[in-house]
């Protein structure tokens, strides 16, 4: 049964294969974050309520990284991409299952949940990550063709 790497920003499915990015929407004046807040970031209320966001969004903007960072275990080069969300908030993740040069800001993007092979914190870790929309889903975030 896969687990959230980050319960406060990926909430899974009971089957652990897919999943919903969790946030706050702010009561006061509506603006939505995603992840962890204890007060709206737009007008400082702390009269939050927990959301989920839908599993689509636009891409607002990408790069290609051939220098990963420390302990990185996934593909090299890979595609890190910043989606804009229908409800505002922009979630970067790893783009998978995605040809480098098909990619164009204002895509559409679609949530996907990916097992994390080798996590320090052990087997079984899922991430969230983009690709994509429409395409095949693959196992495990396939490697991207150049
Ligand atoms: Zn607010």
Redesign the pocket.
Known sequence: MPTSIDLQRLKLSDDGLSGALVGFQ??????CVFGPATF??????D?LSPMEFGGRGMLFSYTVVRVPPSGWTGPVPYVLGEVELPEGPHVLAEVVDADIPSLRVGMGMELAVAPVPEHPKGDGMSAYKWRPAGVSQSAKGGRIPL
């Open positions: 702010c009561l006061e004046c509506g603006v709206c970031q737009s007008c400082t209320s009269n």
